[in-house]
């Protein structure tokens, strides 16, 4: 036998390692597609049967049609309209507590996380003591307790406890003072992105001219400085240009209450789909002798109500408003009006959410420090840096590329663990997802919809992380 | 003798020097003090700052534990433990408490470090509950439980019994658990049906039982699917490659609760219709089992990562085949560096178990729910949902603090954290 | 060997080339290598040696060119890779000793499971290998014990346990303290007296001149100059090789 003969013949198939790895591969393929098909044609088989509820059949029409049920908190919703704008309020709601949860519990993390590294024994066991209490039990007991076990137990809006005037805290929730745009300045909202947007140019352009002069700094101050100026002139524009509509009008219900409005159809009549409220305008109630009764100010949505007036009112007058206007909370019988409210449902979510992940994030702020060299703050202290300055501008920077990778996760795991909004009754994605499958029966349909959601939260994350750990890394070099 | 700094030459005579004490502000307490607490303004202002809020907290929570109601949980202790399982036949639950200790001490001494340290644990635990007066036959369980740990500890030190035969039992005893907890084995539709006590509906299960059932059902389920999801994703077969990472990033993508309320209203749809539906239980493990494998999928891939590539080609060129260096080189060396990671995957899916009483599960803080809304505590002021829930987070916390802590020590002391 | 004639190239490599993408690694190498012959392969960093000896036993593949080994030759068939790896042994730079197996597990673990030893004769024949390379006091060790010579011997007894006829040498003195390297070139120099067909990938000069029958000076991917010891070390022809060995014997 000699060699230049065996080595020319092919080896069957299955023998042959070019070929195995196809064949496992179909072969898999065949099982995967099998199981696949015997899953979905038991769900065909069984949902003809009529074992789930009408609406069964995977169709995406019922989307548009009427929900029939309100939402209690989130962008204003009113139940004539479709499924798909109550699942649009679900996921601006889990956004809603998701990025203040995510601020929120960086913060605490951060604190907590440097109080863990601090060389004050009594402070670094406080925070070894909270992180460990908040990492060891579950989010939903934590949550139930504050929901039930805190908030409910918090005084009544008759006795609310006073948060130094800047709000009221009861068990129906807190109640805030806020600054809102108001009617006149509406397009604020438009000069805040150009001021972000010049900002940004700015900073970078300062940045590029500073690293072709060689000198060290970075372009914050003059994106900073870009911004407050657009935003200022847009402030003055906004100040001076902006009157209140021609075709304002007001519609009394009632003497206490009504709303003041654009009234785009010239009925003189407030039009709910076609009328535009006015935001936030002060208002001056007269009786039928021209006495002044009230002042006060519309609301987001352009109505107002007094409460305890005898209802005489038959005129109102209103001011040109500053762009920005100020409100307050006021007790309004049993509830408060003005400012900004947060549920207790809110409230409960987002604290436990905060606490619980600020935990997390405590560790990783701890685990990234300690990863920075000890010779890092020794070369730093013989520099004659404080503690603060040496965290702040040697340590802190070099942890944040071991911090990153990690807190992403736990930002997202803040954002996916918003759905047990669902265990007191706050109205985010998931929850809003539930009660349209129970009524549309769409259970199929509805699980694809919450995970395709949430699916795209997670892509754009890592998304925008790889762009930004790419750049970290550039920095290196 | 002091130096003479102005001389020329100088030889220090007095050499050695015998030892002096340091400085008193340097050592003892007052040392510690300085160092820990004062060491400078700014500190010692953040010590009195901290001072007080720690004042604060400790008097609010010493004054609310002491004014706080705890007669719910005394009285629904029972519940707490087991859900509704028939007080009759708690004599299973108990048998199986017994066989896992005497696992549990087997196992401590003959594996030893992190299986000793769990092993004590327990002792700990099931000592306290054999001293307070919960009952008089559950404290005998509890001090049988405890005297089957000591007794296999020293069985499992002395006697060099296989490890092969232990691993056996570990494997045999989670369907043992099953059947001795449902009384028999029950599967109509396969035609089988076999008894030794009546026959206990799983919706009966609940409490502490069936959160530790779940968790480790839950991990001992997902295990050998994690294992292949990270071996597939692994390789360098692009298709299975590809929908190992499919289902990974999938699963870790959306939360729990959505993958449970799938189970609970999706996964009857899946089977054919001769086979009925399956019990919620098993439609919760089923989804915690799904969920959980993607995570440990990605820690056991951390764990192939470290092996090198070395070890692929040395077991290569000694000519086993695949399947022999997945089974002798590669796994025994990947799974024993991920041990840490999975204990803490398994404390995360611990704490995650309490989701199940969102879909109607009887466990500890569903129970917990139930005994807030028992009219006997209506009447009391402000309601017993704090102290409840207090109770459960205690439960919680005493397991998944123990287990981290028992994991991060051997951690430290086997350096399996260093990379 | 039963089957064979004994005059057999028992390696023989006929214009095997291989690319990393782009970079072409080994250009046209032909080599071959009689039953019981010593052939020392040297040559700069980078210049394919490794890569060559490690496709014979397809721990990389070759895209073009034939490889024969003991009349098997290596083609896609994986009987056909199964079998030259149980005929070749292998000795690696970084020993790779398998680290929570103990030395004597390590030597058995082949022969049990692919040679379907039985357990006591697999031990019996490791203990007499370990005896061999000398630390058979070692065997209940684990690799993380032992010192970095120890442990190439160990990895030199675990090739030897699957009796191969051929045994792949890359670099297994260069990870190794220098007062370590001596321990281990006798074993392989005993190795090489006892008949064993050996193809060893080093530095060592010293053991290429005392043992080596051939030398091949390998250079950016083809064999660039084959010789004896002697004709190599004192005659090189090449002006490449004469540069090479400036460097190396300065």
């Known amino acids: 036998m000699t060699s230049s003969t065996l080595a020319h013949t092919r080896p069957p198939f299955y023998r042959d390692t070019r070929t195995i790895a196809i064949l496992l591969q179909v072969l898999f393929l065949i099982v995967v597609l099998v199981s696949g098909w015997f899953l979905y044609n038991n769900m065909v088989t069984r949902m003809a049967a009529g074992n789930t509820a009408a609406g069964g059949a995977l169709s995406w029409s019922f989307l548009s049609q009427t929900a029939g049920f309100g939402i209690s908190e989130g962008p204003t919703f009113r139940p004539e309209e479709s499924y798909s704008r109550a699942y649009l309020i679900g996921v601006i709601n889990t956004l809603r507590v998701g990025i203040v949860g995510v601020i929120l519990a960086t913060i605490l993390g951060l ?19 909270y992180i460990e209490i908040f990492r060891s039990t579950p989010l939903l007991v934590q949550l139930l307790f504050w929901y039930v076990g805190v908030i409910a137990a918090l005084p009544t809006v008759q006795d609310a406890a006073d948060l130094a005037g800047i709000g009221y805290l009861t068990n129906r929730g807190m109640y805030l003072t806020w600054i809102y745009p108001s009617e006149t300045g509406r397009a604020l909202t438009w000069w805040l992105l150009g001021g972000v947007l010049v900002g940004l140019l700015v900073s970078w352009l300062r940045r590029r001219q500073l690293e072709r002069t060689g000198v060290p700094g970075s372009g914050a101050l003059a994106g900073a400085a870009a911004f407050v100026v657009v935003v200022g002139v847009g402030y003055a524009v906004a100040m001076f240009t902006t009157a209140m509509p021609a075709t304002t009008n007001y519609e009394l219900r009632r003497g206490d209450r009504g709303v003041l409005f654009e009234d785009l159809n010239g009925n003189n009549a407030f039009d709910l789909n076609v009328d535009r409220g006015l935001a936030h305008v002060p208002i001056t109630l007269f009786d039928a002798d021209g006495q002044v009764i009230a002042t006060g100010a519309t609301d987001g949505d352009g109505a107002f109500r007094f409460v305890d007036l005898p209802a005489a009112a038959t005129r109102i007058e209103w001011r040109t408003p500053a762009p920005l206007a100020i409100s307050e909370p006021q007790r309004q019988g049993f509830n408060f009006a003005g400012g900004i409210s947060l549920t207790p449902e809110f409230t409960a979510l987002l604290l436990a959410l905060v606490a619980y992940t600020g935990a997390f994030i405590a560790e990783i702020v701890r685990a990234g420090i300690n990863a920075v060299n000890k010779g890092q703050w020794e070369a730093s202290r013989a520099l004659g840096l404080s503690t603060g300055d040496t965290l702040r501008m040697v340590v802190l920077p070099q942890a944040l590329r071991v911090i990153i990778p990690p807190l992403t996760s736990q930002y997202l795991n803040l954002v996916k663990n918003s759905s047990l909004a669902i265990a007191v009754g706050y109205p985010d994605l998931f929850n809003i997802s539930r009660t349209i499958v129970n009524q549309t029966g769409a259970e199929v349909q509805g699980i694809l919809l919450v995970m395709a959601t949430y699916l795209s939260f997670s892509l754009i994350t890592s998304l925008f992380m790889n762009w930004y750990n790419k750049r970290v890394a550039l920095v290196e070099r | 003798m002091a130096t003479d700094v102005h001389s020329p030459s100088w030889v220090n005579t007095n050499h050695p020097a015998p030892p002096q004490r340091p400085p008193a502000s340097e050592v003892g307490v007052l040392g510690w003090l300085r160092t820990n607490l004062f060491i400078d303004i700014g500190n010692s202002i953040l010590t009195i700052v901290t001072l007080i809020v720690l004042y604060y907290i400790v008097t609010n929570l010493v004054q609310w534990a002491i004014g706080a109601y705890w007669t719910p949980i ?24 017994l066989m896992v200790s005497a696992l549990f001490g087997v196992s401590a001494g003959q594996w030893g470090s992190m299986i000793r340290g769990l092993g004590f644990g327990l002792g ?8 307070i007066p919960i009952g008089l036959e559950a404290q005998l369980v509890m001090a049988g439980s ?19 035969l232990l691993s056996i039992a570990w494997i045999l005893s989670l369907p043992a658990t099953l059947i001795l907890l449902l009384g028999g084995l029950n599967f109509p539709a396969w035609g089988i049906s076999w008894t030794f006590a009546p026959l206990v509906d799983t919706n009966l299960w609940g409490g502490l039982m069936l959160t530790m059932l779940l968790a480790v059902v839950g991990i001992a389920l997902s295990f050998p699917i994690g294992v292949l999801l990270a ?39 899946f089977l054919p219709s001769n086979w009925g539906n399956p019990s919620q239980l098993v439609r919760a493990v089923t989804a915690i089992t799904f969920f959980s494998a993607a995570y440990l999928a990605e820690n056991v891939r951390g764990g192939l990562q470290a092996i090198p590539k070395g070890q692929y080609e040395a077991a290569e060129a000694l000519g086993l085949g695949s399947f022999d260096k997945l089974r002798f080189i590669i796994l025994p060396q990947a799974l024993t560096k991920v041990i840490p990671a999975i204990v803490g995957q398994f404390i995360g899916l611990f704490k995650d178990t309490s989701l199940v009483s969102l879909v109607g599960l009887l466990e500890l803080v569903a129970v917990g729910k ?35 802590f028992v994991s991060r020590k051997l951690e430290n002391k086997l350096g399996f954290g260093k990379r | ?46 210049s394919g040696k490794s890569t060559f000896i490690r496709t014979i036993n397809r721990l990389e593949e070759h895209q073009s060119g034939e490889i024969v080994v003991d009349g098997i030759p290596l083609t896609h068939d994986v009987r056909n890779i199964e079998a030259i790896r149980m005929e070749t042994g292998m000795v690696f730079q970084q020993f790779n000793l398998f680290p929570h197996l103990t030395v004597i597990q390590n030597i058995t673990l082949a022969p049990i499971n692919v040679r379907k030893m039985k357990k006591r004769e697999a031990e019996e024949r490791a203990m007499q290998l370990l005896e061999r390379v000398g630390i058979p006091e070692q065997a209940q060790k684990y690799p993380g014990q032992l010192s970095g010579g120890q442990q190439q011997r160990v990895a030199i007894a675990r090739a030897l346990a699957m009796q191969p006829k051929i045994m792949l040498f890359d670099e297994p003195t260069s990870a190794l303290d220098p007062e370590m390297i001596r321990e281990v070139l006798e074993v392989m120099e005993e190795l090489a007296e006892s008949g064993m067909t050996m193809v060893v990938v080093t530095h060592e000069m010293g053991f290429a001149r005392g043992v080596a029958d051939r030398i091949v000076f390998m250079d950016a991917g083809e064999i660039v100059e084959i010789g004896t010891p002697e004709h190599f070390f004192t005659t090189p022809q090449h002006d490449r090789t004469k540069l090479f060995l400036e460097q190396i014997l300065k």
């Open chain 2, 124 to 131: 700990v635990l099931l000592l306290a509950l054999a001293l």
């Open chain 2, 231 to 269: 071996l597939g994703r692994r390789g360098n077969l692009p298709v299975i490659k590809y929908f190992c990472v499919g289902y990974i990033e999938l699963i870790r993508g959306v939360p729990l609760i959505t993958l449970l309320f799938m189970g609970m209203t999706m996964l009857p749809l």
């Open chain 1, 111 to 129: 604190f907590a996380g440097i109080a863990r590294v601090s060389n004050n024994w009594l402070l670094n066991k406080l925070a070894s003591i």
């Open chain 2, 74 to 97: 005394w009285v629904n202790r029972k519940i707490f433990a087991v859900g509704l399982y028939p007080t009759a036949q708690l004599w299973q639950p108990a048998l199986v408490l």
């Open chain 3, 1 to 46: 060997m039963a089957g064979h004639a004994e005059d057999f190239d028992i390696i023989i490599a006929k214009n095997v080339n291989k690319w990393y993408g782009e970079f072409h690694a080994l250009k046209n190498v032909s080599l071959d290598v009689k039953r019981r012959e010593v052939v020392v392969v040297i040559g700069p960093s980078g």
């Open chain 2, 370 to 404: 139930a005994v807030i809304q028992q009219p006997e505590w209506l009447g009391v002021p402000g309601g017993v949902a704090k102290e409840v829930y207090v109770f459960v987070a205690f439960v919680f916390f005493i397991f998944s603090y123990g287990m981290s």
């Open chain 2, 146 to 164: 405890l005297a089957l740990l000591v007794v296999g500890y020293f069985i499992g030190a002395r006697l060099p019994i296989p490890n092969k």
